[in-house]
Antibody, heavy 123, light 109 residues
Framework: QLQLQETGPGLVKPSETLSLTCTVS??????????WGWIRQPPGKGLDWIGS???????YYNPSLKSRVTTSVDTSKNQFSLKLSSVTAADTAVYYC???????????????WGQGTLVTVSS | QSALTQPASVSGSPGQSITISCTGT?????????VSWYQQHPGKAPKLMIY???NRPSGVSNRFSGSKSANTASLTISGLQAEDEADYYC?????????FGTGTKVTVL
């Protein structure tokens, strides 16, 4: 059974960079059928897609966050990572990593999710 | 990036059927058959209920069904049960991106 687990600091100071890693177990991150994504959910609000990465390093980003987002993949560790720079209180959210289908580069549904990790931006 | 539009809340009695709409544009919902639906209980991660408009993942009850007409996708829950009370989100592919809906709270009366 595929499992995803987010790890990283739960508290980040304003203007600093948020960094999270997602470790995949029970399957290979190098599968050609999937992209690996990040989604966040501010407290009491809806889901917001941040970006997704392929095992080759190909990326898609939410246009509204693109200037602050960097994602990377480490196939040797079966992990992928998120960096969000210049954070503010508005970036406080539960951050999820997830796997989604891809059809020749088009993005399908997120079939597997991590449990999520709350990141609070505060001084 | 605008979210897809969903009703804020939908309610129904046990055993009834309810339908949740997800309205987008010809660039997302209307342009691709990559609409998905997620169920989220409080404090839990979302769970995929429908993918590619109308397909159910293994293990999802056949009480859940999806469809699409033009720029609007729909999720129907038949035989409503207490455990169906949750938040529901749609999502759609839009060129080189993915977009979520605003979310719908389903209440079982």
């Amino acid at each position: 059974q595929l499992q995803l687990q987010e790890t990283g600091p739960g508290l980040v100071k304003p203007s600093e960079t948020l960094s999270l890693t997602c470790t995949v177990s029970g399957g290979s991150i190098s599968s050609s059928s999937y992209y690996w994504g990040w989604i966040r959910q501010p407290p009491g609000k809806g889901l917001d897609w941040i970006g997704s990465i392929y095992f080759s390093g190909s990326t898609y980003y939410n246009p509204s966050l693109k200037s602050r987002v960097t994602t990377s993949v480490d196939t040797s560790k079966n992990q992928f990572s998120l960096k969000l720079s210049s954070v503010t209180a508005a970036d406080t959210a539960v951050y999820y990593c997830a796997r989604h289908d891809t059809y020749g580069g088009d993005l399908g549904g997120f079939g597997y999710w991590g449990q999520g990790t709350l990141v609070t931006v505060s001084s | 990036q605008s979210a897809l539009t969903q009703p804020a809340s939908v309610s129904g009695s046990p055993g009834q059927s309810i339908t949740i709409s997800c309205t987008g544009t010809s660039s997302d919902v209307g342009g691709y058959n990559y609409v998905s639906w997620y169920q989220q209980h409080p404090g839990k991660a979302p769970k995929l209920m429908i993918y590619d408009v109308s397909n159910r993942p293994s293990g999802v009850s056949n009480r859940f069904s999806g469809s699409k007409s033009a720029n609007t996708a729909s999720l129907t829950i038949s035989g409503l049960q207490a455990e169906d009370e949750a938040d529901y989100y749609c999502s759609s592919y839009i060129f080189s991106s993915t977009r979520f809906g605003t979310g719908t709270k389903v209440t079982v009366l």
